[in-house]
Nanobody, 112 residues
Framework: QVQLVESGGGLVQPGGSLRLSCAASKSISSINVMGWYRQAPGKQRELLATITNGGSTGYAGSLKGRFTISRDAAAVYLQMNNLKPEDTAVYYC????????WGQGTQVTVSS
């Protein structure tokens, strides 16, 4: 089972950008779907974006083009632009479908 470690979170002002990384303990080339999720305090974890090993991507409609997911053989990334206070959450990556494998999360705080 692959181990995942997220990084790149932090405090950013509204309108700013962050790039999150999710490093895998082994090659993820054979893992069909990788995804990014987030969970804000008091809310359910929500799916943000997915990417297949063929490069097909899907996004939650609420993101309105602000986030971009990408991957290589060893990691998956989430470029986040024009961040808003409501983007404040813990961000997680996931490998696979169903139960899958999850990272421990990285905190993103958007505040002035």
């Amino acid at each position: 089972q692959v181990q995942l470690v997220e990084s790149g979170g932090g405090l950013v002002q509204p309108g700013g950008s962050l790039r999150l990384s999710c490093a895998a303990s082994k090659s993820i080339s054979s893992i069909n779907v990788m995804g990014w999720y987030r969970q804000a305090p008091g809310k359910q974890r929500e799916l943000l974006a997915t990417i297949t090993n063929g490069g097909s991507t899907g996004y939650a409609g609420s993101l309105k083009g602000r986030f971009t997911i990408s991957r290589d053989a060893a990691a998956v990334y989430l470029q986040m632009n024009n961040l808003k206070p409501e983007d404040t959450a813990v961000y997680y990556c996931k490998a696979g479908t169903g139960i899958g494998s999850w990272g421990q999360g990285t905190q993103v705080t958007v505040s002035s």
